[in-house]
């Protein structure tokens, strides 16, 4: 199950596809292995049948509810047999509902015991930092102005919905520098908490290479290994196509097999030093540590580069063949 929040029309006025698209080609690529049904909510009834006319050529097997989000969320995961695994995603313009509704799609499973019980789900949130500065700012306001005042207080708890408490009115009144991005983190725990998430993980996005973040993706997910692994490998790829996007044109003067090498150096040195105080150490677990700054930009491929070198130098057993998602390196 595919549970798209704020589908839109599936492409853009210049034939690029949206997630709507995209997600319909990504299920008909698993079409021999996977029957995935594509829900996609919109509020627009203009917007839903131009959705609805892009979807129909697809191939895929779709519905489309009509509705404001916290109206159709209910509908939407009745839609969602108990044995269905389910991604959620949400991408509004904006910020997101509140994180209570939220909270209510990672339900269509629960963890007991450290053991999921139900079908996986995992759920990516994207978080706008000039939706926060935008709404975070009337709590600060000087506006006297008698309507504005009026509907201040409405505004600020409605925030308080989204962000899960009124915990983010300090950070914002203290003026720190990164309070947006502050908020932010405290948003991404307490929504990972109200799921029972078993793990998560940020991604901040930004118009150019290096500039300053316009909005965060959050996966949220119950395979504490798997599900951060995989995501891991695709945030690689996807930094790696934005740099080459951004840097067209001109000369990189730190080009690709460089960055590699040096990605390979700093695992293979941040795996020397975690076995310091280690027998082993188990990849997926430690993904932190692992990867440490390379992190979203590194991957599997460069991680077995160094776990190879490491090998070959007599410092561990593993000979980094094989899948390293759940493998154990140990020290010699």
């Given at each position: 199950?595919?549970?798209?929040?704020?589908?839109?029309?599936?492409?853009?006025?210049?034939?690029?596809?949206?997630?709507?698209?995209?997600?319909?080609?990504?299920?008909?690529?698993?079409?021999?292995?996977?029957?995935?049904?594509?829900?996609?909510?919109?509020?627009?009834?203009?917007?839903?049948?131009?959705?609805?006319?892009?979807?129909?050529?697809?191939?895929?097997?779709?519905?489309?509810?009509?509705?404001?989000?916290?109206e159709c969320l209910a509908e939407a995961l009745l839609l969602v047999q108990e044995d269905d695994p389910l991604f959620a995603f949400f991408d509004p313009f904006g910020l997101p509902i509140s994180m209570g509704l939220i909270a209510?799609?990672?339900?269509?499973?629960?963890?007991?015991?450290?053991?999921?019980?139900?079908?996986?789900?995992?759920?990516?949130?994207?978080?706008?930092?000039?939706?926060?500065?935008?709404?975070?700012?009337?709590?600060?306001?000087?506006?006297?102005?008698?309507?504005?005042?009026?509907?201040?207080?409405?505004?600020?708890?409605?925030?308080?919905?989204?962000?899960?408490g009124a915990w983010w009115r300090s950070i914002w009144e203290g003026g720190s520098a990164d309070r947006v991005a502050l908020i932010a983190s405290g948003y991404t725990e307490r929504l990972a908490e109200r799921m029972n998430a078993?793990?998560?993980?940020?991604?901040?996005?930004?118009?150019?290479?290096?500039?300053?973040?316009?909005?965060?993706?959050?996966?949220?997910?119950?395979?504490?290994?798997?599900?951060?692994?995989?995501?891991?490998?695709?945030?690689?790829?996807?930094?790696?196509?934005?740099?080459?996007?951004?840097?067209?044109?001109?000369?990189?003067?730190?080009?690709?097999?460089?960055?590699?090498?040096?990605?390979?150096?700093?695992?293979?040195?941040?795996?020397?030093?975690?076995?310091?105080?280690?027998?082993?150490?188990?990849?997926?677990?430690?993904?932190?540590?692992?990867?440490?700054?390379?992190?979203?930009?590194?991957?599997?491929?460069?991680?077995?580069?160094?776990?190879?070198?490491?090998?070959?130098?007599?410092?561990?057993?593993?000979?980094?063949?094989?899948?390293?998602?759940?493998?154990?390196?140990?020290?010699?």
């Amino acid at each position: 199950m595919y549970l798209d929040g704020y589908a839109g029309q599936g492409a853009y006025g210049d034939g690029q596809p949206g997630s709507p698209i995209l997600a319909a080609r990504t299920a008909g690529s698993l079409a021999q292995v996977r029957n995935v049904l594509g829900i996609y909510i919109e509020k627009n009834k203009g917007t839903a049948e131009l959705l609805a006319e892009n979807l129909a050529i697809t191939g895929h097997n779709y519905q489309i509810l009509r509705g404001e989000l916290e109206e159709c969320l209910a509908e939407a995961l009745l839609l969602v047999q108990e044995d269905d695994p389910l991604f959620a995603f949400f991408d509004p313009f904006g910020l997101p509902i509140s994180m209570g509704l939220i909270a209510k799609v990672m339900g269509h499973s629960c963890m007991r015991g450290g053991y999921r019980e139900g079908p996986p789900t995992e759920v990516l949130v994207t978080l706008s930092y000039p939706g926060l500065r935008r709404n975070a700012g009337h709590l600060t306001s000087f506006s006297t102005n008698a309507r504005y005042v009026k509907g201040r207080n409405t505004r600020l708890e409605s925030l308080d919905k989204i962000l899960g408490g009124a915990w983010w009115r300090s950070i914002w009144e203290g003026g720190s520098a990164d309070r947006v991005a502050l908020i932010a983190s405290g948003y991404t725990e307490r929504l990972a908490e109200r799921m029972n998430a078993r793990g998560w993980y940020r991604v901040r996005v930004s118009r150019r290479w290096d500039g300053p973040t316009v909005y965060e993706l959050l996966f949220f997910t119950q395979y504490p290994q798997e599900g951060i692994w995989y995501f891991n490998e695709c945030v690689s790829l996807a930094v790696e196509s934005f740099r080459a996007f951004c840097s067209r044109g001109q000369l990189d003067l730190d080009p690709v097999a460089v960055r590699e090498q040096r990605w390979t150096s700093i695992i293979k040195s941040n795996i020397q030093k975690t076995l310091v105080n280690r027998v082993g150490i188990h990849l997926a677990k430690s993904m932190g540590l692992v990867y440490g700054a390379t992190l979203g930009y590194a991957r599997e491929k460069h991680l077995r580069a160094a776990i190879k070198q490491l090998y070959q130098s007599g410092s561990i057993k593993h000979d980094g063949k094989g899948p390293l998602v759940n493998a154990y390196v140990e020290r010699t």
